[in-house]
């Protein structure tokens, strides 16, 4: 299969995941509830779709189906798309939605978001110092 075509397998299945986290979340998780929060909703959906579509490339790896360049491509994709979603946009939303709540910071609330976000972030790297990848013998972000 061609690497288009193998593209177009996986949008469409992106966009089927995507849907039916929709409609997962609206009746199942949230059907008591009355959720104004767009957003909440999109990134959930977005977060459930990609987590669905590496699941579905493991499956894919095991059957042989898809072109193997194409496979590790939507591998890479997807990993770098759900990190960029866990780690950048789910934790800034939540400090977006708790500064907002606070009415004395109604007015800068972007700026004290931005503010919580870095202070997430830098929790997140002081995190993983004890882990061994870092050494000075490993080198920095060796990995990538």
Not at 11 to 32: I, P, Y
Not at 82 to 92: H, T
Request: glycine share 4%; with cysteine.
């Amino acid at each position: 299969m061609s690497f288009l075509v193998d593209s177009v397998i996986m949008f469409t299945s992106q966009v089927l995941f995507f849907g039916f986290g929709w409609l997962f979340f609206m009746r199942q998780l949230f059907k008591d509830y009355e959720v104004r929060q767009y957003v909440v909703q999109v990134v959930f959906s977005v977060t459930f779709a990609f987590s669905c579509t590496m699941f579905e490339l493991i499956i894919f790896e095991i059957l042989g189906a898809l072109s193997s360049t194409s496979r590790y491509f939507h591998w890479k994709l997807n990993l770098y798309v759900i990190l960029l979603v866990l780690i950048f946009v789910v934790p800034f939303y939540i400090g977006y939605f708790v500064v907002s709540n606070i009415r004395l910071l109604q007015r800068q609330r972007l700026l004290f978001a931005c503010m919580v976000w870095f202070t997430f972030m830098y929790f997140f790297w002081k995190l993983g110092d004890p882990f061994p990848i870092l050494s000075p013998k490993h080198g920095e972000l060796e990995f990538l």
